[in-house]
Every structure is written in C-alpha cells, then in structure tokens.
C-alpha cells in the first residue's frame, strides 16, 4: 500500500523551517537582547520574535513543500503569501549578519532593505487579498476551498499585513 501525504499536518521538515526563522528572528531583535529591558519590554520582545520567526518561516516551508515534499495541489494563495512576506525579514538578516563586527549596531541598508522590502510585499498582499475576497461576489469568494495549515497561516499574516509594519517599526527602532 502506498502513504498519500496530503500535507495537513506539520512535518519534521516544516518544524525545521520554523526553527530557520526562529534563527532570523534571534538577529533581528539581537540589540534588545543586550540591553537593559524591563518586564513588559520583554514581553514585547517575546512577541515580536515569535511573529518574525512565523513570517521568515514562510520561504523555507514554501521550497520545503514544494521541491522536497512534492506534495499535490500545492501552493495554495496563502503558501505564496506566506512566502513572499518572509522574503524582506530573510534578506534583510542576511544583511545584518554579514555586517562587520561583533556587536550589532544601526545599519542604513539594512534598515531599507526592511523597510521598502516589507512595503513592497505588504502592498502586494493587500492587492491579493483585495482581489481575492472583496472585490468578487460573496458567493465566488466563499468557493475558496479548504487547504492545508499552511495556506490559512499565510493568508492570516497577509491580513494582517499592519502588523507586519509594526514589527518592522519594533526591529528599526
């Protein structure tokens, strides 16, 4: 008998891709790790950190599902949502880690690549989500069929696109 993997559930490999952008969050809010914080400073923090991790997960669930897993009718909307909004957070710890030096300081490009990058995909989301769910009939919009785990997380952080900014805005300052 053969295993069909549908891809519901959470694989050992989408845990790795998780523990990827748990890697990037941990450069991103690396200056307020340093410092000297206060209880609900951390508390921030906290969030923060797990909302980055989240969304930079994005692109290695994205190659994970799609070039190893090969699983059937993937991506949905949400999977290339997810992906491309992890797209700034990567490259810009990309930058940020490359920087010279061992403790973090401000970095121009860094802080445009983050912030242009984040403007970008953000205003690409909102146009998908505007054309896919508002700007059709109620009857079209609710023929959107039910999908894995993945698609509902990234159309979750694709509607909640502000927060994304926020972050950003957490992280630059």
Known sequence: MERIDTGDGLSVLDGGALVMGSAIASVHILWAMRGDLSGASWFMMGVTFTWVAITAA???IFLGRRFVRRL????KIGD???ALLGIPWLASAVLQSAAPGSEPRPNPLFAMTLSIGLAIVCLIALAVVWSTWVMVSPAQAARME?????N???????IA????CGMAMVVLS
């Open 152 to 158: 509902r997380v990234g159309l979750i952080l694709s």
């Open 58 to 60: 994005g692109p290695f």
């Open 80 to 82: 290339r949502l997810w």
């Open 161 to 164: 696109w502000p927060i994304q």
């Open 72 to 75: 059937p009718n993937y991506p």
């Open 146 to 150: 039910a999908a894995p785990w993945t």
